[in-house]
């Protein structure tokens, strides 16, 4: 059966650990990625590929400060601007070539995106982010004065700024990467989670902030009703007591279960935990199927024989009726939202936030 899989695909798709982050690496790293998601198109299905950038920004960054005093350093959006283009070429790339090799003819495209956020999501005013490098005490003191930076400190690396991490509200190039998909292209989309930007009267902004991956991923895999929401990762499935004695994997998993483990704190926020919330939401918004994969037995997670399943309590067509039935009534209390047209007073900020969607 054919089916349109959203894969996301984590930051050790183009750099893994240990490696130097050179190009050349990035592009054999890219080929392994491509060749997976290849054969998922020779099986019949369709793609929609979304990644990580974190470390590709964090280079970008670097050498925009370390040339500052012979050209103008870049903002944040810029750099992830930038990062999308970088990524995205050498993707496409890899994805044409393994395309050729298989014999098969799709157009391969990416999209610089930007994801609106609301000028007044709660994590705007506490920046919780790490970016860039690490600096000593005396040059972290001396930027957050001249530029007004926050910044923490890492015992055992130095000091860090730290940004916002605000929700996904919209994907803002959503229609155009819907007329791609339908007309049969793999697309390349919210690369790091997209640019993010504000509404202002009209006009979008880039701000420094960062959206995370797997949440805007989570929102365009709904919008774009994929079958299936596929979050690679550097290991094989996802694991209840991972690195103890009492290690088990989780082949297959309901969402209910899911949250009582995301309670119980089996899921920190700074690795599976965004993961498992961004699942949760995208199963809550009528999603049919999150798979959590390593990249390399991608092909294997989607056929049921690897990777952690997991599956919402109820029918997807339940849910959808759900939510209809939801907005048949807003209509007839005279409800006229449109996020699309909002100033940064009126954005709404998002009904499940992360680290509150398990509870």
């Not at 972290?140 to 004065?145: D, G, I, N, P, V």
């Not at 007073?345 to 998002?350: G, H, L, R, S, T």
């Amino acid at each position: 059966m054919k089916q349109t899989i959203l894969v996301a695909v984590g930051g050790n798709s183009l750099i893994r650990a240990g490696e130097r982050g050179t190009v050349a690496e990035e592009q054999s790293n890219a080929r392994r990625t491509a060749r997976a998601i290849v054969t998922l198109l020779r099986l019949g299905h369709r793609a929609v590929i979304t990644h990580g950038n974190g470390p590709q920004v964090g280079a970008q960054l670097l050498r925009s400060e370390r040339g500052s005093d012979q050209v103008p350093p870049q903002t944040l959006d810029v750099c992830g601007a930038a990062s999308q283009g970088e990524i995205g070429y050498i993707l496409m790339q890899a994805l044409e070539e393994e395309l050729r090799l298989a014999g098969l003819q799709v157009p391969v495209a990416t999209i610089i995106t930007q994801t609106l956020v609301a000028w007044d999501d709660p994590a705007m005013s506490h920046p919780t982010k790490p970016i860039g490098p690490f600096y000593t005490r005396a040059d972290a003191e001396e930027r957050r004065r001249q530029l007004r930076w926050t910044i923490v400190e890492d015992a055992a690396r130095g000091y860090r700024r730290v940004v916002p991490c605000p929700e996904p509200v919209e994907i803002v190039e959503l229609p155009a990467i819907r007329e791609l998909v339908s007309s049969g292209a793999l697309v390349i989309a919210c690369g790091g989670g997209g640019v993010p930007v504000v509404r202002e009267h009209g006009t979008l902004r880039g701000i420094e902030a960062v959206v995370d991956k797997d949440p805007a991923s989570a929102l365009l895999a709904s919008e774009l009703g994929v079958d299936i929401f596929v979050i690679c990762t550097a290991i094989d499935s996802v694991y209840v007591d991972y690195k103890k004695s009492t290690q088990r994997r989780l082949a297959s998993v309901h969402t209910s279960e899911l949250k009582e483990l995301c309670n119980a704190g089996q899921f920190p926020p700074g690795s599976m935990g965004p993961k498992i919330e961004s699942a949760i939401r995208f199963l809550a918004r009528g999603g049919r199927e999150v798979i959590i994969c390593s990249c390399e037995n991608l092909a294997m997670a989607v056929g049921g024989s690897a990777g952690t399943h997991i599956l919402p309590d109820v029918e997807p067509e339940e849910v959808r009726k759900q939510q209809q039935g939801n907005n048949r009534r807003s209509e007839n209390s005279g409800s006229t939202s449109d996020k699309g047209n909002q100033t940064p007073d009126q954005a709404d900020v998002p009904d499940h936030k992360i680290g509150a969607i398990c509870r």
